[in-house]
T-cell receptor, first 118, second 111 residues
C-alpha cells in the first residue's frame, strides 16, 4: 500500500493563478480531509468528504473548492491564488465507519504539498 | 468551539533526560484524543488514540495518558531520534471525524 499520496510536492504560483492539488489513497478509506499548516501553527481543516459525491466545508474553506467523484481521489482546487494561501497542504484519510475496525477514526496523512504564492 | 493548547512550545532535553508534554483541551463531548509525530518536511505520523479518562497507551519510550481536561505525552530516556514536533488533536462526538489540532511541541533531544 502506498497509503496517502499527494502531488506536487512543491509549487510556486503567481497571484491570480489557479491550480489543483492532487490527493489519492489506496486504503479503501471512506473519509478524506484537506488541512493547511502555517509555520508554528496547528493544522486547520479546509474541506472534508465522507464519501464519493459528498463534501463539506471545514474551518477555513474560503478560496478553495473540492470534489470527490471516486473513493480514492480528493483533489483541492485553488482559484485566484492569493499570498494568504502560502502554506503547506496535507491530505488525510480514515476508514470512518464504526463497528468493524478499531482504527476507524484514525486519520493517516500524506507527505504534503508546499505552496508559495508570490 | 473546540480548542487545544499544547505546552511547552519548544523543549530541549539531554539524551536520557525524561520529561512530559502537555495537551489541554476543551471540546463539546470528547470522542477521542490523538497524538501525532511530525518530522520536518513530512506529514504527521499517527502515534496514539485515547478515548476515555484514565486510559494509557505506550509505544517504546512514549506513554500517553488522558484526564477529563488534558493529556500528557511522557518521554522516558529519550534519544536524539525522538526529536520531532509532537501534535495533539481532539475529535468531538457527533462530528464527521474532524480533528482540531494544537500548535505542537517541538522536541529536541541532544546527544
Amino acid at each position: 500500500n502506498a497509503g496517502v499520496t499527494q502531488t506536487p510536492k512543491f509549487r510556486i504560483l503567481k497571484i491570480g493563478q489557479s491550480m489543483t492539488l492532487q490527493c489519492a489513497q489506496d486504503m479503501n478509506h471512506n473519509y478524506m480531509y484537506w488541512y493547511r499548516q502555517d509555520p508554528g501553527m496547528g493544522l486547520k481543516l479546509i474541506y472534508y468528504s465522507v464519501g464519493a459525491g459528498i463534501t463539506d466545508k471545514g474551518e477555513v474553506p474560503n478560496g478553495y473548492n473540492v470534489s470527490r467523484s471516486t473513493t480514492e481521489d480528493f483533489p483541492l482546487r485553488l482559484e485566484l491564488a492569493a499570498p494568504s494561501q502560502t502554506s503547506v497542504y496535507f491530505c488525510a484519510s480514515s476508514y470512518g465507519r464504526q463497528g468493524v475496525r478499531s482504527d476507524a477514526d484514525t486519520q493517516y496523512f500524506g507527505p504534503g504539498t508546499r505552496l508559495t504564492v508570490l | 468551539e473546540d480548542q487545544v493548547t499544547q505546552s511547552p512550545e519548544a523543549l530541549r532535553l539531554q539524551e536520557g533526560e525524561s520529561s512530559s508534554l502537555n495537551c489541554s483541551y476543551t471540546v463539546s463531548g470528547l470522542r477521542g484524543l490523538f497524538w501525532y509525530r511530525q518530522d520536518p518536511g513530512k506529514g504527521p505520523e499517527f502515534l496514539f488514540t485515547l478515548y476515555s479518562a484514565g486510559e494509557e497507551k505506550e509505544k517504546e519510550r512514549l506513554k500517553a495518558t488522558l484526564t477529563k481536561k488534558e493529556s500528557f505525552l511522557h518521554i522516558t530516556a529519550p534519544k536524539p531520534e525522538d526529536s520531532a514536533t509532537y501534535l495533539c488533536a481532539v475529535q468531538a462526538a457527533g462530528s464527521a471525524r474532524q480533528l482540531t489540532f494544537g500548535s505542537g511541541t517541538q522536541l529536541t533531544v541532544l546527544p
